[in-house]
């Protein structure tokens, strides 16, 4: 069936449910575009069924709850401010086109902090999965800070027990450009000094909490007991984090992104952050597939693909 969607009303920062949804008229019921309070943190839900979907807040196309099953997978902060200005302290903010601090912009770039257009509503195809798509593109806010003409193009497919993301960036302009690019993913965990991240052994990392020093990963798992915040370089195409309190095991797997960073503030990084409560740390693990130890160089004419796909093992 054609989806529809409708514009729904609701108070405060809490999403609508899915009768409410059905009440207003979303047609099939594979997703709808919720308007909360204010118009810049309106979100978008793709519904697979199953107590299964998807919220992007189309402020920063930011991934703010995944539910398996009913689960949630991603961690949002308690404190997160949705006022259409900062960027959502958790979920799956998009880093570009600049990651750590920036000269010229905000840190992590202003990706994550621009209203992004829904370029495609939920779709439900014919295997039974939701697709949307999303979509920046340059203006005046953009250039103040990165003066270049750019499309920022961001495809998420739900499937049972996957989320798929395909992101391109094509460059239209006469001159070529560089940028970075991450997925900042908060993944919510019941006690993040039991879990446990594969993947990394044998690559170089960057301690940013040692001044930059560089390190080599020799642990086949790699584990958290303290401020961490490692840039680790040229890393497998997969991840396993497994949550040693539930079993619970995540697969991420990635394609075109070269890096993987792994963040926690710890108790007293956690105590410096605004939105951020300083007894949440213990919840959530950030292992973010990016490509930022070096820059991608983007010619005229031409497109940057990458994707991420997270599996509920």
Request: hydrophobic share 35%; net charge neutral; glycine share 6%.
């Amino acid at each position: 069936p054609r989806w529809r969607h409708a514009r729904l009303c609701c108070v405060s920062h809490v999403f609508v449910n899915r009768e409410q949804r059905r009440e207003k008229g979303a047609a099939d019921g594979c997703g709808s575009v919720a308007e909360m309070a204010a118009p810049a943190t309106s979100v978008v839900v793709l519904d697979r069924g199953n107590n299964t979907t998807c919220t992007v807040n189309l402020h920063g196309a930011t991934v703010v709850s995944w539910r398996v099953n009913n689960q949630e997978q991603l961690f949002v902060s308690k404190q997160a401010i949705f006022d259409g200005k900062r960027a959502i302290r958790g979920g799956i903010p998009i880093v570009f086109p600049q990651f750590g601090p920036w000269s010229t912009g905000p840190q992590h770039g202003f990706a994550r902090i621009c209203r992004w257009e829904l370029k495609k509503p939920p779709e439900r195809l014919p295997t039974g999965d939701v697709e949307a798509m999303f979509q920046l593109l340059d203006n005046e806010f953009t250039r103040s800070m990165w003066n270049y003409p750019f499309s920022l193009t961001y495809r998420l497919i739900l499937r049972e027990k996957e989320l798929h993301f395909n992101i391109s960036v094509y460059n239209p302009g006469a001159e070529t450009h560089s940028f970075t690019l991450l997925l900042h993913t908060y993944f919510k965990v019941p006690d993040v000094r039991r879990c446990q991240i594969t993947g990394m052994r044998g690559c170089t990392y960057i301690d940013k909490t040692r001044e930059g020093a560089l390190y080599q990963e020799h642990r086949d798992v790699v584990t958290i007991n303290e401020w961490t915040d490692r840039i680790y370089q040229n890393t497998p195409l997969e991840h396993i984090i497994t949550n040693v309190v539930s079993g619970r095991k995540m697969r991420m797997q990635k394609y075109n992104l070269v890096d993987t960073v792994v963040w926690n503030p710890w108790i007293e990084k956690a105590k410096e952050i605004p939105d951020f409560g300083e007894e949440e740390f213990p919840n959530l693990v950030c292992v973010e597939a990016g490509h930022v130890s070096a820059p991608v160089i983007l010619p005229p004419g031409t497109v940057f693909e990458a994707s991420q796909i997270l599996q509920v093992m």
